[in-house]
């Protein structure tokens, strides 16, 4: 057993990687079923998935999604000694923040909250900013701190310190975020602390890379290169297309049986951790939904009979060259006693759905994301 431990701690140091386990916890839309009140907040707080990669007019807010379905978050520690935090690592934002000492109301009170004075490395910085979300919000100020992210500390790292949050916030199961997209749509401005750890010298590769997994535990958050041991074959590789500052790629098609569903002239879509769907507009979604036998419940959900899960056909993704195929073990979830499709309304998003399937690479250094099938 001695023997095993020191192998394993060889190959983390010898490949330089750093793992950084995350939890696929209940969701949000789980924690409010659980207390009847889903319809209630999703109402009030309606799912707009695209909002948050908008062009932002102001520049001192930014558009939060209130996505329910959303499971995976892992664990950093800021300041000396670290403080923990539950964070979402969020490939479709840029920004570092997490709830202060200072914020108010119940969203606030039931995280985790930097206390400032508490840390010998913390220095408070001036900006001030705001994110909104429909009737939500959030406000608060940027600091400057030490970050231990696995195994890696990230010196004088900017991040927001939230001081009032929107009620929503509640039921999410992480407390802060991790925006791992590209400076350019920082809010709080100053250095990405994925940019910081290549110009510290922290990491091996300017990339990094995400394994989801289906089960509870198991996912993984690899900075500095790609775990082969996570996925297998090749990966395929994708220029991105667009200085928008996140991930976004083209597709050329998805196809079911070799009919074309969807994107027939091509599509733009943002590879994104912090979506929990994949997201297309409402016709072409309306049009895969109906070949895969969904309908439509009262709900909203776009549901299938979950005997008949082995029967459906795979969707197929052509981007590049390469076909990625989802099969439906892929993108149907189940939710109590009902089966229903992983697809959502809005702008073409790869979410959850698709990185459990695909193991992703985000190369920062050569502006590309990579797909291989995941383990």
Same mark, same amino acid.
């Given at each position: 057993?001695?023997?095993?431990?020191?192998?394993?701690?060889?190959?983390?140091?010898?490949?330089?990687?750093?793992?950084?386990?995350?939890?696929?916890?209940?969701?949000?839309?789980?924690?409010?079923?659980?207390?009847?009140?889903?319809?209630?907040?999703?109402?009030?707080?309606?799912?707009?998935?695209?909002?948050?990669?908008?062009?932002?007019?102001?520049?001192?807010?930014?558009?939060?999604?209130?996505?329910?379905?959303?499971?995976?978050?892992?664990?950093?520690?800021?300041?000396?000694?670290?403080?923990?935090?539950?964070?979402?690592?969020?490939?479709?934002?840029?920004?570092?923040?997490?709830?202060?000492?200072? $914020?108010?109301?119940?969203?606030?009170?039931?995280?985790?909250?930097?206390?400032?004075?508490?840390?010998?490395?913390?220095?408070?910085?001036? /900006?001030?900013?705001?994110?909104?979300?429909?009737?939500?919000?959030?406000?608060?100020?940027?600091?400057?701190?030490?970050?231990?992210?696995?195994?890696?500390?990230?010196?004088?790292?900017?991040?927001?310190?939230?001081?009032?949050?929107?009620?929503?916030?509640?039921?999410?199961?992480?407390?802060?975020?991790?925006?791992?997209?590209?400076?350019?749509?920082?809010?709080?401005?100053?250095?990405?602390?994925?940019?910081?750890?290549?110009?510290?010298? /922290?990491?091996?590769?300017?990339?990094?890379?995400?394994?989801?997994?289906?089960?509870?535990?198991?996912?993984?958050?690899?900075?500095?290169?790609?775990?082969?041991?996570?996925?297998?074959?090749?990966?395929?590789?994708?220029?991105?297309?667009?200085?928008?500052?996140?991930?976004?790629? /083209?597709?050329?098609?998805?196809?079911?049986?070799?009919?074309?569903?969807? $994107?027939?002239?091509?599509?733009?879509?943002?590879?994104?951790?912090?979506?929990?769907?994949?997201?297309?507009?409402?016709?072409?979604?309306?049009?895969?939904?109906?070949?895969?036998?969904?309908?439509?419940?009262?709900?909203?959900?776009?549901?299938?009979?979950?005997?008949?899960?082995?029967?459906?056909?795979?969707?197929?993704?052509?981007?590049?060259?390469?076909?990625?195929?989802?099969?439906?073990?892929?993108?149907?979830?189940?939710?109590?006693?009902?089966?229903?499709?992983?697809?959502?309304?809005?702008?073409?998003?790869?979410?959850?759905?698709?990185?459990?399937?695909?193991?992703?690479?985000?190369?920062?250094?050569?502006?590309?994301?990579?797909?291989?099938?995941?383990?």
């Amino acid at each position: 057993m001695v023997f095993a431990v020191l192998l394993l701690a060889f190959v983390a140091v010898s490949d330089g990687l750093i793992r950084i386990p995350m939890i696929r916890g209940k969701s949000a839309r789980q924690l409010l079923e659980e207390k009847g009140l889903y319809e209630e907040f999703r109402e009030k707080y309606p799912y707009n998935p695209r909002a948050k990669f908008d062009p932002r007019v102001d520049q001192s807010m930014v558009p939060m999604v209130y996505d329910a379905k959303v499971t995976y978050y892992g664990v950093i520690g800021i300041g000396t000694p670290p403080q923990y935090f539950k964070v979402l690592f969020d490939t479709g934002s840029s920004d570092l923040w997490v709830p202060s000492l200072n $914020c108010s109301g119940s969203a606030c009170n039931d995280h985790a909250k930097f206390r400032s004075e508490d840390s010998s490395t913390f220095q408070p910085g001036t /900006k001030h900013f705001s994110i909104t979300y429909g009737t939500g919000y959030m406000t608060g100020i940027t600091g400057y701190d030490t970050v231990k992210v696995g195994d890696l500390f990230v010196e004088h790292q900017i991040f927001g310190l939230s001081q009032t949050e929107a009620p929503f916030m509640s039921y999410v199961p992480w407390d802060g975020i991790m925006g791992l997209a590209f400076p350019g749509v920082s809010l709080e401005g100053g250095t990405t602390i994925f940019d910081n750890m290549w110009n510290q010298g /922290k990491v091996p590769e300017y990339e990094f890379s995400m394994y989801l997994s289906s089960a509870e535990e198991g996912s993984m958050l690899i900075l500095g290169g790609a775990d082969p041991s996570y996925f297998t074959g090749g990966i395929h590789w994708v220029s991105l297309f667009g200085a928008t500052g996140f991930w976004n790629i /083209k597709i050329q098609s998805i196809t079911i049986n070799g009919n074309t569903v969807a $994107c027939s002239e091509e599509c733009e879509a943002i590879v994104d951790s912090g979506t929990s769907y994949i997201v297309g507009p409402e016709k072409d979604v309306n049009n895969i939904n109906g070949w895969v036998g969904a309908y439509t419940d009262q709900f909203g959900d776009a549901v299938v009979s979950c005997g008949n899960t082995n029967l459906m056909p795979d969707i197929v993704f052509n981007i590049n060259g390469f076909s990625l195929s989802l099969p439906p073990s892929a993108y149907v979830m189940k939710s109590g006693s009902k089966c229903m499709t992983g697809f959502g309304f809005g702008s073409w998003i790869l979410g959850e759905v698709f990185m459990r399937h695909f193991y992703t690479v985000f190369s920062v250094g050569q502006n590309m994301v990579g797909f291989a099938q995941a383990v």
